[in-house]
T-cell receptor, first 109, second 115 residues
Framework: GQNIDQPTEMTATEGAIVQINCTYQTSGFNGLFWYQQHAGEAPTFLSYNVLDGLEEKGRFSSFLSRSKGYSYLLLKELQMKDSASYLCAVIENDYKLSFGAGTTVTVRA | IAGITQAPTSQILAAGRRMTLRCTQD?????MYWYRQDLGLGLRLIHYSNTAGTTGKGEVPDGYSVSRANTDDFPLTLASAVPSQTSVYFC??????????????FGPGTRLTVL
């Protein structure tokens, strides 16, 4: 089974930094994904972590600590278009994705 | 490049009716998936297929059936719709390499309302 927790909502100002935390308890672990989902649209892939440490992709970075069952997604230099839901998902031993409920980020001018 | 298409975009359905949601991908992906997304619950896996000719049950399979006659198509059928099946349904596909890095790509979704 799995238990994936992330905050429901976060609000930040344009140009600022926001960190979205995700904790998980799973029966097996083969990696962690972050997806972005704008309202009324499909989730789109942002990042994948399987080893401990930080992966940086432009304004977005994702961190993983397997021993702590913890990840975060860091969004820098926030833009209005970053207002969206961010989904944390863990891939377990059966290679199926289990999703958290998502964090809705609102960027204000 | 179409990627993954779903039809219909939205549908209002009377309870007890049969409904098939269509999903087609043109990426030659081996694996395909159906999820439902409900407010506060996130995406939940209904059924999946690792390759053409095979299917498996996900977390919430009751009331749904799937088939995978070929690589490209993965229809989801509600045999007798109930109001609790009101949701947004997403189809996804992946290479199906069996590795942890097997990224799933999602279709645009079908918004289904059962009255």
């Amino acid at each position: 089974g799995q238990n994936i927790d992330q905050p429901t909502e976060m609000t930040a100002t344009e140009g600022a930094i926001v960190q979205i935390n995700c904790t998980y308890q799973t029966s097996g672990f083969n990696g962690l994904f972050w997806y972005q989902q704008h309202a009324g649209e499909a989730p789109t892939f942002l990042s994948y972590n399987v080893l401990d440490g930080l992966e940086e992709k432009g304004r977005f970075s994702s961190f993983l600590s397997r021993s702590k069952g913890y990840s975060y997604l860091l969004l820098k230099e926030l833009q209005m278009k970053d207002s969206a839901s961010y989904l944390c998902a863990v891939i377990e031993n059966d290679y199926k994705l289990s999703f958290g409920a998502g964090t809705t980020v609102t960027v204000r001018a | 490049i179409a990627g993954i298409t779903q039809a219909p975009t939205s549908q209002i359905l009377a309870a007890g009716r049969r409904m098939t949601l269509r999903c087609t991908q043109d990426m030659r992906h081996n694996a395909m998936y159906w999820y439902r997304q409900d407010l506060g619950l996130g995406l939940r896996l209904i059924h999946y297929s690792n390759t053409a000719g095979t299917t498996g049950k996900g977390e919430v399979p009751d009331g749904y059936s799937v088939s995978r006659a070929n690589t490209d198509d993965f229809p989801l059928t509600l045999a007798s719709a109930v109001p609790s099946q009101t949701s947004v349904y997403f189809c996804a596909s992946s290479d199906g390499t069996g590795s942890g890095a097997d990224t799933q790509y999602f279709g645009p979704g079908t918004r289904l309302t059962v009255l």
